[in-house]
């Protein structure tokens, strides 16, 4: 028997299932905390539709040579004298007409959220950069 993180107590078979088909059994998968469903396109995961239509939006703008040096998931480290403090991971970053821009795609709930918040003012104070939230 296996006793799961809510208490219940599944047979071995049951577990198997949990660990190998998900899919299979929608009640046992977790769901994401925000209601965000994963998506992938060009062969690339992103943590929700949102973002991954973000990304394909921004794949035609370079195509147009509207923007350029496009990334994904660029991480921004910061410290005070050589103490890490914490790292930004943004979930695009690209060039337009000569300034580096950083996006987030964010939801009304995730925007407000205070470890976001601070590290908005983190990129400033440290990259003088602005957090564009889409």
Same mark, same amino acid.
């Given at each position: ?40 396109? =060009?062969? %690339? %995961? ?72 601070? %590290?908005? %003012? ?7 950069? =602005?957090?564009?939230?889409?």
């Amino acid at each position: 028997m296996c006793l799961t993180n809510h208490g219940e107590v599944w047979s071995p078979n049951q577990y198997r299932e949990y660990l190998s088909v998900g899919k299979a059994n929608p009640e046992m998968v977790k769901k994401a905390k925000y209601g965000n469903v994963k998506s992938v396109a =060009d062969g %690339k %995961k992103f943590d929700s539709t949102k973002e991954k239509n973000r990304y394909l939006e921004l794949k035609q703008m370079e195509a147009r040579d509207e923007i350029s040096e496009l990334h994904e998931q660029v991480t921004f480290k910061f410290a005070h004298n050589d103490v890490k403090i914490c790292s930004y991971i943004a979930d695009f970053t690209y060039n337009k007409n000569g300034k580096e821009v950083v996006e987030d795609v964010k939801s009304e709930m995730t925007r407000k959220l205070p470890a976001y918040r601070i %590290k908005c %003012k983190l990129m400033k104070a440290f990259y003088n950069i =602005d957090i564009k939230e889409i």
